[in-house]
């Protein structure tokens, strides 16, 4: 997917999505917006959803927290990807990462 790239050339050289049109495959991740170097690619996210390039996307709670970590897109795109199950999405990284420290305590304890 590309979002954004150098167009034009001399002075008039900007970065842009190709051909000026908000990216048609844009699942929300905010990628593009992290990495632009005139951070110019405006956006807003809240609790239930997120807004960038005039698109609205639903966020994705966790489950174990509530906290909202990604767009419902995103989680549906990289599920498809790699044979990942979309269940492992619905968990944000902080959760899971105390879930495989309480995992690694109880596995200290036995041994």
């Given amino acids: 997917m590309e979002t954004i790239s ?46 960038i390039w005039g698109r609205t996307f639903e966020m994705l709670r ?4 509530g906290r909202a970590h990604i767009t419902v897109a995103q989680a549906d795109r990289w599920a498809g990807m790699n044979g990942v199950p979309r269940t492992y999405f619905e968990t944000c990284d902080a959760c899971k990462r105390k879930q495989q420290a309480a995992t690694f305590v109880k596995l200290s304890q036995v041994g």
């Fill in 6 to 51: 150098s167009v034009n050339r001399g002075s008039g050289r900007e970065i842009a999505p190709p051909f000026d049109e908000p990216p048609p495959d844009c699942i929300g991740c905010l990628a593009c917006a992290e990495i632009c170097p005139t951070a110019c690619i405006l956006y807003a996210s809240s609790a239930q959803e997120r807004t």
């Fill in 62 to 65: 966790c489950s174990a927290c």
